[in-house]
């Protein structure tokens, strides 16, 4: 057969668009034992799982804020660079300061990729706590109800065991905060990041449908 | 005045992702030489998330081709507000046949949301619309490669602006001006990261010049609509987007050729 005179088309290589997240994660001392241990069970879950997509260790970005005493971030990298720490648990609960600085983090990733010509998706913010603030939490969780009106993130809060589920409602103008089930902290981050992948992977005018929620209490 | 002849090639194929989730090709497009040397093309992409999307597309890119036709007939004063009229009322003619159709099986217009793009050239205009992220590439007699309407595309990757969207029509871009154009490339938003330098939109001659050398050289309708199937469906290209493809291509053949081709036409959908 013939080959075909259009295989001489060569084609640019132009930079992935990328879907941030960021993970706001309680890892004050009420999470010690079980519960941190879970946690981190299931970071290591959601690094694997990403790492297994190839498209979306390239598109997907992931950023972490933890709280537990002090507020510590770890900037963004695509998943295929992500190395999930360890974390331990201690300390009080900074809510409201660690959700503020993730905010703030995804504001200037996102005028990052504008600076570099990368295009993006809607960025998360991934909230899980078991707990109630201990700081000033009611401008952050503002903040980001008025950042998520402007459509420029989307929030999810998750609460585990014993979390108060009436101030984590405050953090999202959109969703309700949805309960673990038990500590299925590996089904929650198998659950992100298939929904992250198919975030990442859709075209101009498609809404990802995203995965059924499988970690979570019903309704009471 | 002789009529100028174009060797013409267009063709939508289905994207992978489209083929996974059993959604049809939603892409469309439509070429014509008019009887008086006009060259119409057009291209259309359904959204992925409206349900009878392709219906919008196919709908849009036969209506624009119609309006535009029947514009013409009677010719076009040279200036640039009669040309941007002329694409203006073709574009709203295209909402309009939408528009009635959704009416009547009484579904909502956003089900059948679509991007339209369209180039005319008639006697040295060309006048190109468009309203979404489709791109019109145009090559001028020296060989300069621009882009004439830069894709519309929101802040995010996923979002789009389609034709029929609340108060689409003031989203619509028109280029119109009076120059000679060798070829013309029109195309839907799959390819677009392959074929554009990003942010930029920059036309890349790696991409486009084999596209339009082999549209020149493409003397056989029925083998280059079939190479061009074959590329669009490729593994090569369907390693780089999984969503639908559509390339419209056109090129000036040269007025001492033997092969004066007969009125091509050339409308439909991929498979």
């Known amino acids: 057969m013939a080959q075909n005179p259009l295989e001489k088309v060569e084609f640019v290589e132009n930079p992935e668009p990328r879907c941030a997240v960021a993970l706001v994660l309680d890892v004050s001392g009420s999470m010690s034992g079980q519960a941190i241990a879970e946690l981190n069970a299931g970071l290591q879950e959601f690094d694997k799982d990403l790492k297994a997509d190839p498209l979306a260790a390239l598109r997907v970005e992931v950023g972490m804020v933890t709280f537990g005493g002090a507020v510590t971030a770890v900037d963004f990298v695509t998943a295929d660079q992500f190395h999930p720490p360890v974390l331990a648990a201690n300390g009080e609960t900074p809510m409201g300061q660690a959700v503020q600085k993730a905010l703030t983090m995804l504001r200037d990733r996102k005028n990052s990729y504008k600076v570099n010509g990368i295009d993006y998706y809607r960025p998360w913010l991934f909230l899980i706590t078991d707990g109630a603030p201990t700081d000033a939490w009611e401008s952050a969780a503002a903040q980001a109800r008025q950042e998520e009106d402007q459509k420029g993130v989307s929030v999810y809060a998750i609460g585990v065991e014993g979390a108060d589920l009436q101030t984590l409602s405050q953090f999202s103008s959109k969703r309700q905060p949805l309960k673990l089930k038990g500590l299925t902290f590996r089904e929650l981050f198998q659950w992100l990041s298939k929904s992250l992948g198919a975030v990442a992977l859709s075209n101009p005018g498609e809404q990802a449908p995203l995965p059924t929620v499988g970690w979570a209490e019903a309704d009471t | ?271």
């Open chain 2, 1 to 271: 005045m002789t009529i100028p002849q174009w060797h013409i090639s267009g063709a939508s194929v289905q994207g992978t992702s489209h083929l996974e989730k059993n959604v049809p090709c939603q892409d469309a497009h439509a070429c014509l030489l008019t009887t008086r040397g006009d060259l119409l093309l057009v291209v259309a992409d359904g959204a992925g998330s409206a349900e009878r999307s392709q219906d919008g597309a196919g709908i849009a890119v036969k209506q624009i081709i119609a309006s535009l036709e029947s514009a013409l007939q009677d010719g076009v004063s040279d200036t640039e507000p009669n040309w941007q009229a002329l694409i203006a009322q073709a574009f709203a003619e295209a909402l309009q046949a939408v528009v009635q159709f959704a009416d009547s099986v009484n579904t909502p217009l956003n089900s059948f949301a679509t991007t339209l793009a369209c180039a005319v050239v008639s006697d040295d205009w060309l006048a190109v619309g468009q309203i979404g992220d489709g791109a019109v590439v145009a090559e001028d007699v020296d060989g300069n490669l621009f882009l004439t309407a830069r894709p519309q595309r929101g802040e995010y990757a996923n979002e789009a602006y389609f034709l029929t969207m609340p108060d689409a029509l003031s989203y619509l871009s028109i280029y119109a001006s009076r120059q000679s154009i060798r070829s013309l490339v029109l195309t839907t938003d799959g390819l677009l990261r392959l074929a554009f330098k990003l942010p930029g939109y920059e036309p890349s001659p790696q991409f486009f010049q084999p596209l339009l050398a082999f549209t020149a050289a493409a003397d056989d309708p029925e083998q280059a609509r079939s190479d061009l199937v074959a590329f669009l469906g490729s593994v090569r290209v369907n390693s780089r987007t999984d969503d639908d493809k559509t390339l419209v291509l056109a090129a000036r053949v040269a007025p001492t050729r033997e092969h004066p081709d007969a009125l091509a036409s050339d409308e439909g959908r991929g498979k």
